[in-house]
């Protein structure tokens, strides 16, 4: 049952991601929730377009990798009777840690884009 919590949790994450990637390509505006570090948000996005160009790629694979993750969580049950219950629960930790490192990687790159395109 905690599978599903982190499942619906990070479904969520990801589609919401998506939603804001698709939405701040269509609209040339920034989202400040998923496309600014909270340090940064009051700088000014000098080149806005080349900006949104930049972080779109990242955003749409952080919410692909979240969706995708999240199916392997609602799969857990197949997966444990298919392969044992070891495997499943090592593959789900690995995934978790993958998932966090992704969220690092995603923040990172956010920063070193802000001081690429940001006024200072």
Known sequence: MLEM????????????????AIQMKN?????????????????????????IKALYPRMIALALFSIGISFWFFMSDQIEEAFGAVFDNVAEAILVALYLIGLVVYTNGIKKLEDRYCER
Do not use: E, M, Q
């Not at 919590?5 to 804001?20: V, W």
């Not at 040339?28 to 940064?40: L, M, Q, Y």
């Open 27 to 51: 609209d040339r505006k920034i989202n400040t929730s998923v496309g600014r570090t909270p340090k940064n948000v009051g700088r000014k996005v000098c080149d806005v377009d080349s900006y």
């Open 5 to 20: 919590g982190f499942a619906l949790i990070i479904l969520f994450c990801g589609l919401y991601i998506l939603y804001a």
